[in-house]
């Protein structure tokens, strides 16, 4: 058990007990299956779909599609258009909570009020999409090595500040943030662990009604929402600092 109460997933046992359903995968997939993909990743595949093989197959098939058919820019050392989309886009990564795992922190109240100043929000959401898949395909890379070293599934925390965020229900950002996480999900199997909302607004609900219908169930019922004074969430009391050992609240934008 982790200092913030989640436990990880001891790879290892957890092959044992899904064994039958790994090799119904192989046997589904046959020569399909990448030379490099092994149980492993099989089994991220079978946990974010019931486990179930035939599921887990045709979500295999996708991700592998996009891959190919996006390798120019995915596997790139550059995001694409990173300067353009950071200038906008108040997103920090390489943060790491107390237990090693990766922490990617929005302040989604700043980035908003950026991206409302352009009139091309449809082009921008779009290069924010690509630009987002590239750097959690880094996080995705990291969390595998993590796995892999320790024996134990470990995933990513995504912290979202809505400090000084401004009522607004443009479909155009609710898809392009939709799409984005629902492109993440189809290609990093097991990427996400918790997403916590911190310095939430008073129309809360409202922002979650224009941008449920563009996420995936998966992926809202990680969702958890921090009160005012970040003291207690939804599932879990204690500030993000005491779950994760990170303050958010000191990070800035404007160093390395």
């Given amino acids: 058990m982790v200092d913030h109460g989640i436990p990880l997933m001891n790879i290892k046992e957890k092959l044992a007990q899904v064994e039958d359903k790994v090799v119904e995968l192989r046997k589904i997939l046959k020569d399909e299956i990448l030379p490099e993909h092994d149980d492993i990743l099989l089994l991220k595949f079978l946990l974010s779909h019931h486990e179930d093989p035939e599921e887990a197959a045709t979500w295999y098939r996708k991700a592998m ?18 300067e353009f989309i950071r200038s906008i886009f108040k997103v920090k990564d390489g943060m790491h909570s107390r237990d090693g795992e990766p922490i990617m922190l929005a302040r989604s109240g700043e980035s908003l009020k950026l991206l409302r100043n352009h009139d091309n929000v449809v082009e921008i959401m779009k290069k924010f999409e690509r630009w987002s898949t590239w750097q959690k395909e880094r996080i995705y890379q990291e969390c595998d090595k993590l ?16 400090a000084g965020m401004q009522l607004w229900t443009d479909l155009r950002i609710a898809r392009g943030i939709g799409s984005s996480s629902k492109v993440s999900e189809m290609i990093h199997p097991q990427l996400v662990e918790k997403q916590y909302v911190v310095n939430p607004p008073a129309f809360i609900r409202i922002l979650f009604a224009t941008v449920k219908p563009f996420m995936s169930k998966r992926m809202a019922k990680k969702v958890v929402v921090v009160n005012e004074n970040n003291k207690r969430t939804i599932e879990e009391k204690g500030t993000i600092k005491d779950l994760l050992g990170f303050d958010h609240a000191s990070v800035k934008f404007d160093e390395e």
């Fill in 65 to 82: 599609v996009f891959r190919k058919e996006n390798a120019s820019w995915l596997y790139g050392e550059e995001g694409p258009e990173e």
């Fill in 147 to 162: 796995t892999r070293t320790t024996g134990l599934l470990h995933k990513m925390y995504f912290v979202n500040d809505m």
